[in-house]
């Protein structure tokens, strides 16, 4: 290349370059233009560069460049932009790139650049734009910064700066964006702030700035985002800041505020997010923030804020989320709360609001969260809250509720948590709570409820957590509560429940934490660890449990059961010639018929391969054959890597899905690597979104895991079908898609160690009746290790790859967030992404170089056109889903956000679109083009 003498510009972006930058580059002498970014380049950026001192723009982000900044970079005296963005760049700014006079904009962001700002930073009098994100700066922001009087942009967040804010940042008056935030800042908010009156957007939060909120910032009259959340700052909130008309989000939450809020805090009536909580506010909600319809996002918890509630609030179209808990309000709830017509979530928790619940609550169908609890509230629930059925929280606990659980709530089947505990509820628990099959805690405790417990329990097998204590309940246990393989805690002390434990609570493995004190049940305890660590005051005042425990009698023991005893071993031997004479013929009778059996399913010799059927022995090899009718390819339902699918009946009535798997030439398992990964994968962990594994056989006729069957089928076979497109709507595509970041979220940063799925693929996302998302074929998972041992074989499925995986495949969780990324959009539009994917990513460039005409295409034309296109909240989703699978799809591993990050953006409010959706391009969502939200 060092040929090319008389080359003016080189474009070689997105090529998936691999190699070093050669020095030979340095002998381009004429080249103006200079653009490496978006490959897989490593090494250094050679000193070499410093020769080039024609160069005007010189792009080498978002590649794998270590090293320190050159040196000899203040060389390029022409140069205008200079973009090192994503990569591992290490060592300090150079203080000799304050001799660049030219540069406009110069971008270094998420590095691992450490040191000071370099105070030389002030000679560049043509800067606009100053991007220093997401490195590891430490030391004060120079006051030669204010030097800087052409800078549009200014981001040093999240890094480690100390020190105040300089005074001189007032002289930066163009300054439209300033995002300080993420750092270590003291000191106050400078006066000076109130000269920039160009500015946009002011984010100056999670630091240790203290003082008040200068009275100048009410200059700003351009301001639409303000955030000062996450410091200490202290007094009021100024007046002046009725004069921020424009202002559409303002977050002063988790400070030291004291005193009211603004009487005009939404003068402009255009604010949408206004967060507070976590300080000492007083005095009631003003009435311009009763009046603010523009509103989507409210917190205010955990202030003093008193007032009534029923003239507080008043119908808000657009709003999303309100939490007005901890605070001293008091009246009823209003009925307008119910044509809220937007409203996902609603918690007023812990005031002082009495009254009844409104039964028009049941009007706001989008509720998905409703927290009233510890309040004063009276009356029966109103069984219209039963056609809220998106919920999946609902707590009303600690108030003074009467009457009957309404049967309306079975139609809650997305119920995840119910909290109905300490009130005065009564009457029986209804059987509908077997339709609550998604539900991980029920808490019914300090109640009235009487008659038994209903067995239905036992179908929520999703259930981790179950409270029944201090209620009226009688009869026995019921043994179908073994079913709930899931419980980790069961409470059902104080009530009056007798008889024995249920044998079946045997298979209760996953059980921590145990209550039964406080009855009348007899018997002994079950083997289980939860109750041989069980504390004495746990099992107390029981009519006759007897096990191994302080305080309790050992089982079998007394004058009168060894009388019993010794009978019964008289009898015993009594009936010996009897028992053996039918046991004989038993014998033979059964050799006959199951000879051939027995002889092919001997038990393989494999290592750590184990059976964990449930306890009501279902799933018996017998019935599975039966049920597959010997694997016939009739009850075929797909074909995998290393498995054929099977639907199978069992004689009980469940149906599950049966992976038997393919097997060699001479009968050996095909691939026993994949079947002990999955089985070692699913046996440990529960999430709603990773299907379930009943149990596996290894046998030498027959192989297979036995999961809990989806209705639906795989995320790719619905795509495919038109008919099951079409019915496949927004709503449900975007619930998909946060299943799906649910899931790998939880194996990643909740499982330790953490699970890698390395096959993340529209083939491996499978839908159950309600179109719930439930990852699965872990066949190729692996353990992510502490240490840096993590190489393995290749894994994965072609064009769900991840690209780093073609120059050395360790594992890594990146691999995962980069195929769901891909899967979102295949989701979204309906068909794998591929070709597009390659073009967004291929035509990456700068925003001096014209983008690539695959920019400018309309994420209206490119989603899935057999359905209408997606209207107002649902609209916004899906272009916060894209923008975050574009995210997800980044070249380099390191700038692609962990799937928490995805989780969370993904259940957070995101404002109104600043466009109409048919107007958004893909290269606004790929950050070309300006924000979009």
Known sequence: IGNLSNLISLFLQGNKLSGFIPSEIGLLRSLKDLDLSNNNLIGSIPTSIGNLSNLVTLFVHSNKLNGSIPQDIHLLSSLSV?????????????????????????????????????????????????????NQLFGSIPREVGFLRSLFALDSSNNKLTGSIPTSIGNLVNLTTLHISKNQLSGSIPQEVGWLKSLD????????????????IGNLGNLTVLYLSDNKINGSIPPEMRHLTRLRSLELSENHLTGQLPHEICLGGVLENF??????LTGSIPKSLRNCTSLFRVRLERNQLAGNITEDFGIYPNLLFIDLSYNKLYGELSHKWGQCNSLTSLKISNNNISGMIPHQLGEATKLEQLDLSSNHLVGEIPKELGMLKSLFNLVIDNNKLSGNIPLEFGNLSDLVHLNLASNHLSGPIPQQVRNFRKLLSLNLSNNKFGESIPAEIGNVITLESLDLCQNMLTGEIPQQLGELQSLETLNLSHNNLSG?????????????????????????????????????????????LCGNITGLEACNTGKKKGNKFFLLIILLILSIPLLSFISYGIYFLRRMVRSRKINSREVATHQDLFAIWGHDGEMLYEHIIEGTEDFNSKNCIGTGGYGTVYKAELPTGRVVAVKKLHSTQDGEMADLKAFKSEIHALAEIRHRNIVKLYGFCSCSENSFLVYEFMEKGSLRNILSNKDEAIEFDWVLRLNVVKGMAEALSYMHHDCSPPLIHRDISSNNVLLDSEYVAHVSDFGTARLLKSDSSNWTSFAGTFGYIAPELAYGPK?????????????????????HPGELISSLFSSASSSSSSPSTVYHLLLNEEIDQRLSPPMNQVAEEVVVAVKLALACLHANPQSRPTMRQVCQALSTPWPPLSKPFSMITLGELLGHGGETT
């Open 82 to 134: 200079l973009a090192l963005s994503n990569n591992n760049l290490s060592g300090i700014i150079p203080h000799s790139l304050g001799k660049l006079g030219s540069l406009t904009a110069l971008y270094l962001r998420n590095n691992s650049l450490s040191g000071s700002i370099p105070y030389s930073i002030g000679n560049l009098s043509k800067l606009d734009t100053l991007d220093l994100h997401s």
């Open 201 to 216: 957007k002011l984010d100056l939060s999670d630091n240790k700035i203290t003082g008040s909120i200068p009275a100048s």
């Open 275 to 280: 967060t507070a909580e976590g300080n000492h």
């Open 500 to 544: 024995t434990i249920p044998p079946t609570f045997d298979d209760l493995r996953g059980l921590t934490s145990i209550n039964i004190s406080y009855n009348q049940l007899e018997g002994p305890l079950p083997n289980l660890k939860a109750f041989r660590d069980a504390p004495f005051e746990a099992l107390r005042n029981n009519k006759g």
């Open 811 to 831: 594992v890594d969780n990146k691999t995962d967030v980069y195929s769901f990324g891909v899967v979102t959009l295949e989701t979204i539009f309906g068909k």
